[in-house]
């Protein structure tokens, strides 16, 4: 079943501790994202990747990094969460400017 | 980075068509136009997409302004099942960046 897999699915964690969320693809697709939902903010794009190796900022990037060194995946990483990085995140795949396969959340709370 | 509008919620009643609004005047000619839509406690779901010409496919119609300006998604036969977000969203034919805007919140009356 073609799927975009998050975990976890749910995280709370104190500030300061680093985590990774991981994000796992298995539709062979060149184009991987970030996003975080906040109420009365809507979606926001934090990190994408257009292929392998590269990757680009998108409109909230501070605080997260990424990486992409295979295609499938494209974890998500924070060094030092604060509490404000406490969110709705998704993970979402895609060809190139075709429709985005979003991943089904992972809820974090960071104390 | 181009940004759409769109109305914070709309009504319509079941079984009506739906015309959901969407802005975006600062729109270059390599964006593309998509719609999503969010269910409750569902991560988004893609829904239809163009660049200039009108689309059509199982789930919806899209409507695209002649000056790309403004587009209109258009569900044909509104469901209880329809009730959810709906967000347009540019996505840039260069970089592949994409903004979602706040969405339009559909309520749909039995």
Known sequence: EAQVTQNPRYLITVTGKKLTVTCSQNMNHEYMSWYRQDPGLGLRQIYYSMNVEVTDKGDVPEGYKVSRKEKRNFPLILESPSPNQTSLYFCASSLPYYEQYFGPGTRLTVT | ?110
């Open chain 2, 1 to 110: 980075d181009a940004k759409t509008t769109q109305p914070n919620s709309m009504e319509s009643n079941e079984e009506e068509p739906v015309h959901l609004p969407c802005n975006h005047s600062t729109i270059s000619g390599t964006d593309y136009i998509h719609w999503y839509r969010q269910l409750p406690s569902q991560g988004p779901e893609y829904v239809i997409h163009g660049l200039t010409s009108n689309v059509n496919n199982r789930m919806a119609s899209l409507a695209i302004a002649e000056d790309r300006k403004s587009s209109t998604l258009i569900l044909h036969r509104a469901t209880l099942r329809d009730a959810a977000v709906y967000y347009c969203i540019l996505r840039d034919g260069r970089d592949d960046k994409i903004i979602f805007g706040k969405g339009t919140r559909l309520h749909i009356l039995p």
